[in-house]
């Protein structure tokens, strides 16, 4: 009994020691993501705009990870959560910004500048907003406004398609330009989005699902850019297509009938 507390004893700094290495995990995997929107804006300085949406597209993938990996090892913090942010706000909001501003919007001068200040700034309000919801507990389930890591990853989406696909330097400035103002809107706006924590995997699904994700990922196999600009901004734009689908289906259902002319 006495050798099995003294074991025990024993284990207990290496089991903090453990402890503490776990919480290292997901800030390092949150540092990466940080690293990668820093070489997004130093890429975007030196006229290499398409690595520098290649590591905006790495940084959403690092950004994922790093919450996944809180959560399922139980190291999910308040310092965590503030670091996050932070490495968001470099990641996909200034670096995307600064992106789309030297790729195409640096000949609109003052118009070009104010919409990538606008997208940044609106992306720092998300980000506040989402903050301020997740410590009051009204975080859960979907999304209020388009997450800024998923507008980020339409910037991003956009400069790889035009290069790889379209084998263009650049799109017109003005769909830029209408793209940029109508993200920073749907960032700050009240409209829901689908959240992956509402995924549920342990349930059974249709047989088609299956297919359809075969599908996918055949798709994104064979035209990776094509899919990649796809499913970003078919996300982003799911959220005002449910919107408006919701609003019309409610005045159809609760709408008053209109009377009809009786004839005589």
């Known amino acids: 009994m006495l050798e099995d507390q ?3 004893r024993r284990d207990l700094p290496l089991r903090s020691k453990l402890r503490r290495g776990i919480f290292i995990l997901p800030s390092f995997i949150t540092t990466l993501s940080f690293f990668c929107g ?3 804006l130093i890429a975007s300085f ?3 705009y398409y690595h520098a949406a290649i590591a905006i597209i790495l940084a959403g993938l690092f950004d994922f990870l790093d919450g996944k990996v809180a959560r399922l090892t139980n190291t999910a913090t308040n310092f965590g959560m503030e670091y996050d942010s ?6 996909f909001g200034i670096a995307p ?3 789309v501003y030297s790729w ?7 118009l070009g500048w104010m919409a990538a200040f606008l997208y940044v700034i609106c992306g720092a309000l998300r980000l506040a907003r989402f903050n301020t919801l997740a410590h009051s ?3 859960q389930g979907r999304f209020v406004g388009l997450p800024i890591p998923g507008a980020a990853m339409v910037v991003a989406s956009m400069v790889i398609m035009t290069k790889d696909f379209f084998l263009l330097e650049k799109l017109p400035p003005m769909v830029l330009v209408a793209t940029v103002y109508a993200l920073a809107f749907l960032m700050v706006s009240n409209i829901r989005y689908f959240s992956a924590k509402q995924l549920d995997f342990s349930r059974r699904r249709p047989f088609s699902i299956l297919v359809f994700m075969v599908l996918a990922i055949y798709i994104l196999a064979v035209m990776p850019e094509l899919m990649l600009f796809i499913v970003t901004v078919g996300y982003a734009v799911s959220g005002p297509i449910e919107w408006a689908v919701s609003k019309l289906l409610h005045r159809d259902i609760t709408a008053p009938e209109t009377p009809r002319p009786q004839h005589k």
Do not use: C, E, I, T
């Open 97 to 99: 910004g600064f992106l």
């Open 38 to 40: 820093f070489y997004a």
């Open 137 to 139: 507990g009204l975080g």
């Open 86 to 91: 932070l490495s968001d706000l470099m990641s």
């Open 104 to 110: 195409a919007l640096q000949p609109y001068g003052r």
């Open 46 to 48: 030196n006229g290499d």
């Open 6 to 8: 003294s074991a025990a």
